[in-house]
């Protein structure tokens, strides 16, 4: 059973999740994440997005994914606090042949402008973080509650289903749009790329 934040027809969410479960380290992250002792949080970016178009393409369920992203979120921005919590996911992660990253969205406002040229506003939840990807497209997380999985995906699921890239330009950052879709684009031709808007 699926309870989402989306407006995504029960078909769109079904075709979705089989698609998200098929690629197993999807699977098993969202297993295995609630022993990380935090509770808001969503695995998410290329994992999600990228196992879906693996499906939609004929492809293998876990080709092209570089890594398994989960965004969590802590008032406390310390790094000691942050630390905690990728050293104790390197531990329930290690028998995994994949790269698992972990990041307290609460503070990415911290260090987001010196990377990137643009603030980044305030963050309360671990979602917050989704909402400001460059592509609204890949803007989706999962994450299991108990015997439920939820779906946050502010901009719906149906461009993802689609092959459909649009960028986001809740933050002015065009050229990490611009990266993103022309990496996918490589592994996935079938895509079809939106321009930022002028």
Known sequence: MAEETTLASHN?????????????WNAIVLERTAQ???TDWWLTAGCIAQS???GLYGRQPDHGILDYDIFYFDPDTSWAAEDKVIRAAAKIFADL???????????VPLWYE??????FPPVEAASDGIGQFPCATVAVGVRRDGDSLRIHAPFGLALLLG???IPNPALPIPDVY???TG???KVWPELVVAPWPE
């Open 36 to 38: 990380l002792g935090v």
């Open 12 to 24: 769109e969410r079904d075709r979705f999740l089989a698609l998200v479960l098929a690629n197993r």
């Open 52 to 54: 879906v178009w693996n």
């Open 114 to 119: 010196e990377k990137f040229g643009t603030p």
């Open 183 to 185: 990496r996918w684009r």
């Open 97 to 107: 042949p994949i790269s698992v990253q972990i990041r307290n969205q609460a503070r």
């Open 178 to 180: 611009g990266a993103k």
């Open 163 to 165: 092959g459909e890239l």
